[in-house]
């Protein structure tokens, strides 16, 4: 297995998803985007998620549009935090204004860059219910693309419990 590309199943409770998205509708109310990410440990094919965490960022309203950022200080102390604690970084979630989509900057500046890895898009600023039903959900392939997945595979790979 190379990065997470042997990952079945991706487990995690309602409260971590809610958490994400109450902060993804809390960047929102400000008219910027958010990231929140998903960390836990692999047993076999399946990744259970233990923690969502909310890490330091900065978000901008440029011409292109909006952006988040999460400078190499905070991003060197969440990977120091998650090796003590022996956890890893599956997947990032955030939000975009209007439709769920992978970007070019999503596409070239992941947070979760292992293969395998999940990016996660959320519309509409996380107003909608919590779920990934109408979320945009894509998986780091081993040519560096990021694949969007099916409902049938989104349903298939995440357990919500």
């Known amino acids: 297995m190379i990065g997470y590309t042997g990952i079945e199943t991706i487990e995690i409770n309602q409260t971590q998803l809610e958490y994400a998205f109450k902060f993804l509708r809390y960047a929102g109310t400000k008219g910027v985007e958010g990231v929140a990410l998903f960390a836990g440990i692999t047993l076999d094919t399946v990744f259970h998620v233990k923690e969502t965490i909310i ?64 990016s996660i898009v959320v519309p509409n600023f996380a107003t909608g219910e919590v779920s990934l039903k109408e979320a945009a959900v894509f998986r780091l392939a081993l040519d560096k693309t990021w694949n969007k997945l099916s409902d049938k595979e989104v349903d298939s790979l995440f357990k919500v419990r």
């Open 55 to 118: 890490p330091e960022q900065k978000s901008y309203i440029l011409e292109q549009g909006l952006m988040y950022a999460v400078d190499s200080n905070e991003m060197h102390r969440l990977n120091l935090e998650l090796y003590k604690n022996e956890m890893q970084l599956i997947a990032q979630i955030h939000s975009h204004p209007g439709l769920a989509y992978h970007s070019e900057a999503d596409n070239r500046y992941p947070i979760v860059d292992t293969y395998g890895g999940i």
